[in-house]
């Protein structure tokens, strides 16, 4: 492991190496591989480094059958026989905050509700762990949260080195290895042993906060959101722009935002019940007058109607409330415009399967729909004018209300 620097010094940035191969992968992308480095390749939940050998940029670290591949923007020059590398350090601590961070809180659940983290994602917004509990209640989470950052202002020392097999077994490990050799253990004094080959920073007050941004049931665990450090502070201060932003726009303070909005909301409601209410009596009036004009179909009325740019929500209400006007009402409705919407329904008074005059129209307009035999909706293709559709299913309707007068 002496050619893996960031185990030898996490906080190393730069450094020189002999460049030992060269490779294509199979896409295409040149790789180098080094006499040592500083570039963590991906695993065990955390990303890998990225930054530059040279001139050229570092995008993706990975280890494959032993040795540590940097692939690379462009390939090296071919007489490079010697390189200095530089790693993308916020990112580097970054990660060693939230994977740090990750050792605090999951040694915090298993200290305070007695629960093990299943899983760890280390990602480019938010880190997950998955941990085994049935239910999260916030009392639990609160308390969890409270000492992980009492760790963290603790300051305690985080000792990440490998050992050997008498060592590791003295120690109180939280889980264990995954490997059998070359392991590595990362501890928190009196709090945390964990084998882990992650980078870490050297205390824990580097971690900074810890905040868990929320959590939801998966797979029978309980998987929790956080961030730690400079990500926690970026949170709170893009927060705290929308809270004040917020406040601003509503005129109020921040300890009065959610009150106030509260009673925003409450209007809105009432807002909409009484447009919802209107819209109701307007849409009433219209069929009223439609049903005065209607024409006749044998024993009943017929409304036959093409609107422009009506949801088929609205050809539904539409026809709810000409069928409570009039039970011996047959409507044909339909509302063009990207798709053509078509509402067939019937007042009880009439026997017509208005479902099976739907099913003989679509496909005139490739459509697909369904329904019952009172009220039926569908929709397809604008292929043809909606009065020609329209005037189709009319055709069908008067041959079963002839056929039913006889």
């Not at 040279?54 to 990975?62: F, K, Q, S």
């Not at 088929?312 to 409507?331: E, K, M, S, W, Y």
Request: charged share 25%; glycine share 8%.
């Amino acid at each position: 492991m002496k050619d893996r620097l960031y185990y030898q010094d996490a906080y190393a940035q730069t450094f020189s190496a002999d460049v030992t191969r060269r490779g294509v992968e199979a896409d295409g992308t040149s790789f180098v591989v080094l006499s040592q480095t500083a570039f963590y390749p991906t695993g065990g939940g955390q990303p890998c480094d990225q930054g530059s050998l040279g001139d050229i940029r570092v995008i993706d670290v990975e280890e494959v059958e032993g040795e540590i591949r940097h692939r690379l923007s462009a390939p090296l020059p071919e007489n490079a026989r010697k390189v200095d590398g530089r790693i993308d350090w916020d990112r580097r601590f970054d990660h060693m905050q939230q994977h740090a961070g990750q050792h605090i809180l999951s040694a915090s659940f298993l200290e305070v509700a007695g629960a093990q983290t299943v899983a760890f994602h280390l990602g480019k917004e938010r880190v997950t762990i998955d941990v085994r509990l049935d239910e999260l209640t916030a009392d639990v989470w609160q308390t969890v949260e409270l000492r992980a950052n009492q760790i963290v202002l603790d300051n305690r020392p985080i000792d990440a080195r490998f050992v050997d097999d008498e060592e590791l077994a003295t120690l109180p490990l939280k889980k264990q290895p995954t490997v059998t050799e070359n392991i590595r253990v990362v501890i928190i004094p009196e709090f945390d042993y964990n084998p882990c080959g992650g980078t870490h920073p050297a205390r824990t007050g580097e971690v900074g906060m810890i905040k868990i941004l929320g959590w939801e049931r998966h797979r029978g665990n309980i998987r929790l959101e956080f961030i730690c450090g400079w990500r926690a502070l970026r949170d709170y201060s893009r927060k705290q722009a929308t809270v004040r932003e917020a406040a601003k726009l509503l005129m109020t303070s921040d300890a009065e935002l959610v009150s106030q909005t509260e009673r925003l909301v409450a209007e809105r409601d009432a807002l909409k019940q009484s447009v919802a209410e209107k819209e109701r009596l307007l849409l009433a009036g219209e069929v009223r007058q439609q049903l005065e004009k209607a024409d006749r179909a044998g024993e009943a009325r017929l409304l036959q109607l093409a609107f422009s740019e009506r949801t088929i929500l609205q050809l539904q209400q539409f026809a709810q409330q000409a069928v409570a006007q009039a039970p011996d009402v047959v409507c044909l409705l339909a509302a063009t415009g990207e798709k053509l919407q078509l509402v067939f329904a019937r007042g009880p008074e009439v026997s017509v399967p208005v479902n099976q005059l739907m099913k003989e129209t679509l496909p005139l307009i490739e459509g697909k729909g369904g329904g019952n035999p009172a009220m039926a909706q569908g929709g397809g293709q604008p292929v043809r004018p909606a009065e020609e559709v329209l005037a189709h299913a009319r055709k069908q309707l008067e041959a079963v209300l002839s056929q039913g007068s006889k």
